[in-house]
């Protein structure tokens, strides 16, 4: 008996989101900004969230990274509930969250220095990981002398050395003008094609959803709730000019109108 239910037990997704709902005590009374969010990422996968300005995407990835409780639900990563934030999940954010006095080693330093990593150990995965996003010439830059999107190469590189087995992004790439933007979506797709680390990203950008997703999951609130779910079946190896052929077109308009509709 015992083994025949080990044989048959169901992997548990890399994260589920089970009926998540958060309220939030304002002036004017209780606010609802999530109401039974359900959604899965499998590992491996590289899943968007895609919705609108104030729908509820940073507080549904904030309760996902542990930084916010869920009023109702829960948060399973690996079939178990979360209790807060962990170092499973890695989380980039769309304002530059890089310390300003820190170089950018010590930036990428910083998690394996808090949990006590030995230096040599230290030294391995950070030049490790700042040659994963390109940077290891800038090493000893400050933040400041960078551009946008190296600040953001260096806040995934930070996310990247605690080695999460998830990694969450809120509109990462929000603050970057059009060309950055660009170049920095198709780092992260050769990024996931290399390390095949499971992501789930926010964006408000369905084109960016598109070009980037697995599969997408499509957003509206307040109170914010899934609206629809759709398999981005587009070629695995993509580059910029995907975004030109019919089916890409075809896919940004199904979405455009559910989220319009
Ligand atoms: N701490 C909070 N207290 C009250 N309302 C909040 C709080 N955080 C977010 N909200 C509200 O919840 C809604 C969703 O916010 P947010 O998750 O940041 O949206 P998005 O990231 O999709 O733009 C917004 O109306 C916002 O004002
Ligand atoms: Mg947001």
Redesign the pocket.
């Known amino acids: 008996m015992h083994h025949r239910a080990a044989a048959t037990a169901v992997v548990p997704p890399k994260l589920e989101v089970r009926e998540v709902g958060v309220s939030?005590a304002?002036r004017n009374g209780r606010?609802d900004?999530l109401a039974g969010v359900s959604m899965r990422v499998a590992e491996n996968e590289l899943v968007a969230i895609v919705?609108?300005?104030?729908?509820?995407?940073?507080?549904?990835l904030k309760v996902i990274g542990g930084l916010l409780p869920a009023t109702t639900g829960a948060v399973l990563v690996d079939g178990r509930a979360i209790e807060g934030p962990g170092a499973d999940r890695g989380m980039v954010f769309q304002s530059y969250s890089l310390y300003p006095w820190l170089s950018v080693y010590e930036n990428v330093a910083f998690g394996l220095r808090l949990r006590g990593a030995s230096e040599a150990a230290i030294k391995e995965r950070v030049e490790h990981h700042l040659a994963i996003v390109s940077l290891y010439e800038r090493r000893n830059a400050s933040p400041h002398e960078l551009s946008g999107g190296m600040k953001q190469r260096v806040a995934i590189a930070r996310a990247l050395a605690n080695e999460p087995s998830l990694l969450l992004l809120d509109e990462p790439f929000g603050a970057l003008d059009a060309q950055t933007r660009a170049r920095m979506q198709e780092f992260l797709l050769d990024l996931w094609g290399r390390t095949r680390m499971t992501m789930l990203i926010?964006t408000?950008d369905i084109e960016e959803a598109v070009f980037l997703s697995n599969r997408v999951y499509l957003m509206k609130?307040?109170p914010?709730r899934i609206v629809t779910e759709r398999t981005i079946d587009l070629p695995a190896q993509r580059e910029g000019g995907v975004k030109f052929s019919p089916r890409f077109n075809e896919l940004r308009r199904e979405l455009l109108a559910h989220l319009t509709g």
């Open positions: 939030f304002t606010f900004a919705g609108g300005s104030g729908c509820g995407k940073s507080t549904l926010i408000h609130g307040p914010g």
